[in-house]
Nanobody, 119 residues
């Protein structure tokens, strides 16, 4: 069973915006806070943004703070990542996952969605 499905990536010019979506299974979405990670070519997967365990606060990597916003729609079991003022260094495959602190909880990842930012 597919538990995480990311979408919304694409090619955008520097300074542009994209909105990513992550549809999670009810079992996952209702049990854990959700967040976003990304992996650029040749680099380790890194934390991007997450909700707290209570869902009342958010946390962001310093590299995206002020530019990215995480949100969710509980009725759709979906978490979003609004990305503004995109930079070429934001180019990566973006993944969602259940999160504890700034670490992923699920051993299995979705396919991710590619974000490419051109100069």
């Amino acid at each position: 069973q597919v538990q995480l499905v990311e979408s919304g990536g694409g090619l955008v010019q520097a300074g542009g915006s994209l909105r990513l979506s992550c549809a999670a299974s009810l079992r996952i979405f209702s049990s854990y806070p959700m967040g976003w990670f990304r992996q650029a070519p040749g680099k380790e997967r890194e934390f991007v943004a997450t909700f707290s365990w209570s869902g009342d606060s958010t946390s962001y990597a310093d590299s995206v703070k002020g530019r990215f916003t995480i949100s969710r729609d509980n009725a759709k079991n979906t978490v979003y990542l609004q990305m503004n003022k995109l930079k070429p260094e934001d180019t990566a495959v973006y993944y969602c996952n259940a999160v504890r602190g700034r670490s992923p909880l699920l051993g299995s990842w979705g396919q991710g969605t590619q974000v490419t930012v051109s100069s």
